[in-house]
């Protein structure tokens, strides 16, 4: 069903889901009592459906994940986990449905190399700031997609 929805108002509902909640972590630092399993299971849903409609999770998952509050070595941890897992389980459905093709294929191979460098470069960055500065790291980076893909949505 999903591989026959238009993504489109999906993408502008998600960007802007994901704005408000960035918006909401920014000011308000202590939302961790907010994030109980209930919360979570919620999270992970919408996540997985915008994974699913759009190829765009990570922001709702970041954003939840930001508001736990944890230490920037624990929150990193939980991003790579959760991001490892997103994606498993993306290829995985998306192969099953056939969405991946030869072109996609050839397309990650082409596109590793820089992957790996930025990885690599981010991995260095955050021995340097990441304790500091993570929570604001994140909050650009996500926000900064959730606009790109509205105005994307929106053009």
């Not at 959760?82 to 996609?104: D, K, P």
Request: glycine share 8%; proline share 4%; no cysteine.
């Amino acid at each position: 069903l999903l591989r026959y929805i238009d993504p489109t108002p999906m993408k502008i509902l998600l960007s802007l889901l994901v704005l408000v909640m960035l918006g909401v972590i920014t000011f308000q630092r202590q939302l961790a009592s907010l994030m109980r399993p209930s919360a979570v299971l919620v999270t992970g849903a919408l996540a997985g459906l915008s994974q699913g409609l759009t190829a765009i999770g990570g922001p709702i998952f970041a954003t939840a994940i930001l508001a736990r509050n944890e230490p920037a070595d624990q929150t990193r941890a939980n991003l790579v986990a959760l991001a490892a897992a997103l994606i498993t389980l993306s290829v995985a459905s998306f192969w099953f449905i056939g969405l991946i093709h030869a072109a996609s294929i050839a397309l990650a191979i082409v596109t590793a190399p820089a992957l790996i460098f930025g990885v690599w470069l981010g991995s260095v960055l955050f021995g340097k700031y990441g304790q500091i500065n993570l929570r604001l790291i994140v909050i650009i980076l996500a926000g900064t997609m959730a606009i790109a893909s509205l105005w994307q949505a929106l053009s």
